[in-house]
């Protein structure tokens, strides 16, 4: 089973910096596919960024330019910096697996609260 815990969130003005972290638990940590994602009020959660055990990154439109994910395979950390914020950028920010299957967890967790606000 695996399992994510993320830290990092807080209150941010926009235009600012916010840097997430996530430390994972589990085995073949290098061969999944990581992923951040987020839900915002009232909306369905959606992939932000995705990085392979290789180091390639993908990045929603939304966010793309501004945010950065990166991993240490070692360590079993996904990091993701947040950049020149935005008021829509307020969500609750999950860590979990993309692919394969095993490290997709059901179980979401609670997340870190990131709050973009003036």
């Known amino acids: 089973q695996v399992q994510f815990v993320e830290s990092g969130g807080g209150l941010v003005q926009p235009g600012g910096s916010l840097r997430l972290s996530c430390v994972a638990s589990?085995?073949?940590?290098?061969?999944?596919?990581m992923g951040w994602y987020r839900q915002a009020p009232g909306k369905q959660r959606e992939l932000v960024a995705s990085i392979t055990g290789g180091g390639t990154t993908n990045y929603a439109d939304s966010v793309k330019g501004r945010f950065f994910i990166s991993r240490d395979n070692a360590k079993k950390t996904v990091d993701l910096q947040m950049n020149s914020a935005r008021l829509e950028d307020t969500a609750v920010y999950y860590c979990n697996g993309v692919r394969p299957p095993a490290w997709v967890s059901s179980n979401w967790g609670q997340g870190t609260q990131v709050t973009v606000s003036i």
């Open positions: 589990g085995s073949f940590f290098s061969l999944a596919v």
